[in-house]
């Protein structure tokens, strides 16, 4: 089955309890039985990453608060990826997805809240990988919520760059799975060699971790602050009498 073929989701621009504009996908298709509503986004590239978090923000109604829908009315939605190494438009069927995870909302909302406009959002973050092709898709599929999408962040980790024992490291992009490091190597600043071979590793949450070895200043210069500068020398300049004559 192509995606799309039974989509129902509708992109609907409205007011949040601020009365400010916001633009979101919904469904709400509670009365019927064995819904299947996907909903796709465009192609991601995945720009060197080897792992991607998705922050999800969206609204959810309480099934106890619409009468005639129990047994029908689901709480849930999944999110499924699928890579591929090129845009291939709309020729993705459902069958080359993987599911990522049954997302289920913290707070849902009820026609009280509807009368008042109080949105109670949710959050909800997943990580994707390992991830090896050029890029993805991401949807969303509805099993028969009443469910309205508000953003979608997707992002990766990275170390940023730094100095550290007179040896600087790039930026670095986090590894494939949740409790990877990855060993990087250090090149030594300017007029500085190496003592022991300068390593550090970046954690999958983009942090430096285990400071291996260092670099020293080279003769005739001297450590300040993550560089190694020239000495300064004094000279003394002792004069005779005769030469002052």
């Not at 007011?15 to 009365?31: A, G, K, L, R, W």
């Not at 970046?202 to 190694?228: N, T």
């Amino acid at each position: 089955m192509l995606l799309g073929e039974l989509s129902k989701w509708d992109a609907i621009n409205e007011m949040d309890e601020y009365f400010s504009p916001i633009h979101t996908y919904q469904v709400c298709n509670v009365m019927s039985p064995s819904q299947n509503n996907w909903l796709r986004t465009k192609w991601i590239q995945r720009s060197g990453a080897h792992r991607v978090y998705v922050e999800i923000k969206f609204t959810l109604r309480d099934c106890n608060s619409m009468p005639g829908v129990l047994g029908t009315c689901k709480e849930t939605f999944n999110l499924h990826y699928c890579e591929t190494e090129r845009d291939v438009g709309t020729s993705l069927r459902e069958n080359q997805f993987s599911k990522i995870d049954t997302i289920a909302a913290d707070e849902s909302f009820t026609t009280v809240d509807l009368g008042v406009r109080r949105l109670k959002l949710n959050t909800e973050m997943r990580g994707v990988g390992p991830l090896s092709k050029r890029g993805f898709y991401l949807a969303f599929q509805d099993i028969g919520a009443c469910i309205a999408i508000v953003s979608v962040r997707v992002y990766y980790k990275k170390c940023s760059g730094l100095a550290r024992n007179l040896a600087v490291f790039t930026d670095v992009v986090t590894g494939a799975d949740s409790s990877s490091l990855v060993e990087v190597r250090g090149q030594c600043v300017d007029h500085a060699e190496e003592k022991d071979t300068p390593k550090m590793y970046c954690s999958a949450e983009g942090e430096w971790l285990v400071p291996i070895g260092r670099c020293v200043c080279s003769a005739g210069f001297e450590e300040h602050r993550e560089a190694c500068i020239g000495k300064w020398i004094d000279f003394f300049i002792f004069s005779t009498k005769d030469e002052m004559r």
